[in-house]
């Protein structure tokens, strides 16, 4: 089976403070991809990294940074120095190889105070 | 350029009735998608095209549901005798040609469907 959970339903930080949202997945496929993105309130998904399978690579973006462990099947998001702007609702989402569907967690609410 | 749009972007209708959803995607996509949010949840597909044709239907609840795309650009998901449980809203994706190289989806805005 595939499934995708986000155990954290809700975080609230004050700004400044770095956080971690979690993601472990669950699949047999060798070949699958690992997405993240970011919901705003004002509701439309927006894309935010794709990771495949075979590349195990930690990646940083500004202040996010991604880091996959196929040995524990996660795939964590942190934050750094979080600002307003980040308060949204996360998801994390699995593609098998052989399909084109995206299978996502149930969303970490993210809220950030001022 | 423009991004995946969606209309309406609010629909109420009475049990019972039908509806019709559109989709228009990002230029050049050939790959669209239909996911349905409820309250509190992720995104759950419904179906996938590649250009005209349905690729994989496999999330569509019931025959009720149905979608078409028959010029492999705009496409309409209709639901027939709509039930109080397909209130949820409606999400439109669409990508790059899906089957090589795995490209992101981006989805649009949505349409917020209530049956009352």
């Known amino acids: 089976a595939q499934k995708v959970t986000q155990a954290q339903t809700e975080i609230s930080v004050v700004e400044k403070e770095d956080v971690t949202l979690d993601c472990v997945y669950e699949t047999r496929d060798t070949t699958y991809y690992l997405f993240w993105y970011k919901q705003p309130p004002s509701g439309e998904l927006v894309f935010l990294i794709r990771r495949n399978s075979f590349d195990e690579q930690n990646e940083i973006s500004g202040r996010y940074s991604w880091n996959f462990q196929k040995s524990t099947s996660s795939f964590n998001f942190t934050i750094t120095a979080s600002q307003v702007v980040d308060s949204a609702v996360y998801f994390c989402a699995l593609r098998r190889g052989a399909t084109n569907k995206l299978i996502f967690g149930t969303g970490t609410l993210l809220a950030v105070q001022p | 350029g423009a991004g995946v749009s969606q209309t309406p972007s609010n629909k109420v209708t009475e049990k019972g009735k039908y509806v019709e959803l559109r989709c228009d995607p990002i230029s050049g996509h050939t790959a669209l998608y239909w996911y349905r949010q409820s309250l509190g949840q992720g995104p759950e597909f419904l179906i996938y095209?590649?250009?005209?044709?349905?690729?994989?239907d496999s999330g569509l609840p019931n025959d009720r549901f149905f979608a078409v795309r028959p010029e492999g650009s705009v496409s309409t998901l209709k639901i027939q005798r709509t039930e109080r449980g397909d209130s949820a809203v409606y999400l439109c994706?669409?990508?790059?040609?899906?089957?090589?190289?795995?490209?992101?989806?981006?989805f649009g805005p949505g349409t917020r469907l209530t049956v009352t």
């Open positions: 095209f590649q250009g005209t044709g349905a690729a994989d």
């Open positions: 994706a669409s990508s790059f040609d899906s089957t090589g190289e795995v490209h992101e989806q981006y």
